[in-house]
């Protein structure tokens, strides 16, 4: 049975109508797939790979928009917000970028060049339909001391590609929402270098808007007051902030058993409760959070069916395998 437009089942997205928006990422196929489901209690969608560099920007002379363009068109036709998912990223970006005609390592200058071009043609192409866009993605170091994680994007031109990813989507369209957009965001460790890397930009006078939680959490962690402390440090550098990439994993981060066909109670109760607490905090803070989006829309098609165990099934969102709303769905909206 598909989810049907059933008079009973309030509309998620008008539950938080006086709090922020409720987005889902999608791709070619769940836009068919859940398109009575997405338009019924969404009112906002990312694409979950289509404007990544690889998927709109293979080599240098080619763009092949035809599946984001068909995401675009989706939004546009349900009378959707459209978030732009993501500009600069160390995964999901094809070799040519950073390589010369004789296979070697371009220089700083040329990089950004390619950067610009990238940023100018995807951002201008979209100008009418996106209104938010994440423009740096996971530049982050997860541990140690450093602040920015390895990639060729820091080897090659250094630190300054990521003011400059700002101010080249600025220049493409002064009218979008610019996000820093990373996962690991509650972590205090990781939080402090995130907001390190923010409060330089903001005090340089870097046209950034807001910073993306990614929110990919699961039944244990991370910590309420982890997460509380997170939201308060980035809100205090006076940006918006939105939930971009949510799920509640059933499985906690060591587990990596395949035995499941089917949550435990244990597992549902504790999602159940997890996505109570969490909606309670972001009602709190709704001054601060502009929109929450989930990484997907319902257990019949999630990521986290392929991460960080391939091919085992995982139950994350709010909606079940058959589009039916969970226990977690009715404390959400009860809240």
Do not use: C
């Not at 906002?44 to 289509?50: D, F, K, Q």
């Not at 080619?62 to 068909?70: I, K, P």
């Not at 201008?124 to 740096?136: C, E, L, N, Q």
């Amino acid at each position: 049975m598909r989810h049907s437009n059933n008079p009973v089942i309030p509309k998620l997205y008008e539950a938080f109508s006086q709090s922020f928006d409720i987005g889902a990422a999608v791709n070619t196929r769940t836009i068919q797939t859940q398109k009575e489901l997405l338009a019924y209690h969404y009112n906002s969608i990312t694409p979950e790979n289509e404007m990544k560099f690889e998927s709109l920007h293979p080599s240098e002379d080619t763009y092949t928009f035809e599946h984001a363009d068909e995401i675009a068109s989706f939004a546009k036709a349900q009378g959707m917000k459209l978030r732009g998912h993501t500009l600069v990223w160390h995964n999901q970006t094809p070799d040519w970028l950073f390589r010369d005609s004789k296979d070697g390592t371009i220089e700083a200058e040329t990089l950004l060049t390619r950067m610009k071009t990238h940023i100018d043609t995807v951002v201008k192409r979209y100008k009418d339909s996106i209104y938010a866009w994440d423009v740096v993605n996971e530049v982050i170091a997860d541990e140690g001391t450093e602040l920015l994680r390895h990639s060729k994007w820091l080897d090659i031109a250094g630190e300054g590609f990521i003011a400059k990813a700002f101010e080249y989507a600025h220049e493409a369209d002064p009218k979008a929402v610019l996000f820093y957009n990373d996962y690991n965001e509650s972590n205090p460790v990781k939080r402090e270098k995130i907001y390190k890397l923010v409060k330089g930009l903001v005090d340089h006078g870097v046209p950034i808007h807001g910073v993306g939680l990614q929110a990919h959490w699961n039944i244990t962690n991370p910590g309420l007051d982890d997460i509380r402390s997170a939201i308060e440090r980035y809100a205090s550098l006076g940006l918006q902030l939105q939930i971009t990439e949510m799920d509640v994993s059933v499985f906690e981060h060591d587990d990596r058993r395949t035995d499941l066909t089917a949550p435990t109670e244990r597992m549902k109760e504790l999602q159940t409760e997890r996505y109570e607490q969490f909606f309670k905090l972001f009602r709190e803070y709704k001054q601060h959070i502009s929109a929450v989006t989930f990484w997907g829309a319902a257990d019949d098609y999630t990521w986290l069916d392929y991460f960080p165990v391939r091919s085992r099934k995982n139950w994350p969102l709010l909606f079940d395998e058959q589009q039916q709303p969970k226990e977690a769905f009715w404390r959400v909206i009860k809240g």
